[in-house]
């Protein structure tokens, strides 16, 4: 069994920073591929990017050069590093577990999730 629960979140001005994090336990997560996604309200769930279980990372076009992926394995944390927020950036963010070899940003291949933390960006 997995568990993944978020934090970080909260309501910035656009230009801001946050850092998310997501503690995970269980014994597929550390050595799994994980990701963060957001939902906001109306629109579908996306993909932020993704870690494999190597460190390699990537994200999304809309995103790149402003958001960073990272974990710490001793920790147990994934985080997501947030600069240069935009209003288009509100949403729920969650991160997630895909018990998988395989590894990418696609929120139907993802198996476990958390329970998210709102990022509200403010113009």
């Known amino acids: 069994q997995v568990q993944l629960v978020e934090s970080g979140g909260g309501s910035v001005q656009a230009g801001g920073s946050l850092r998310l994090s997501c503690i995970y336990s269980?014994?597929?997560?550390?050595?799994?591929?994980m990701g963060w996604f957001r939902q906001a309200p109306g629109k579908e769930r996306e993909g932020v990017g993704s870690?494999?279980?190597?460190?390699?990372?990537s994200v999304a076009d809309s995103v790149r050069g402003r958001f960073t992926i990272s974990k710490d394995k001793a920790k147990n944390t994934l985080y997501l590093q947030m600069t240069s927020l935009k209003p288009e950036d509100t949403a729920m963010y969650y991160c997630?577990?895909?018990?998988?070899?395989?590894?990418?940003?696609?929120?139907?291949?993802?198996?476990?999730w958390g329970q998210g933390t709102q990022v509200t960006v403010s113009s």
């Open positions: 997630a577990v895909r018990a998988s070899i395989f590894c990418d940003h696609a929120p139907a291949n993802f198996d476990y």
């Open positions: 870690i494999n279980t190597y460190g390699r990372t």
């Open positions: 269980g014994n597929r997560a550390g050595t799994s591929c």
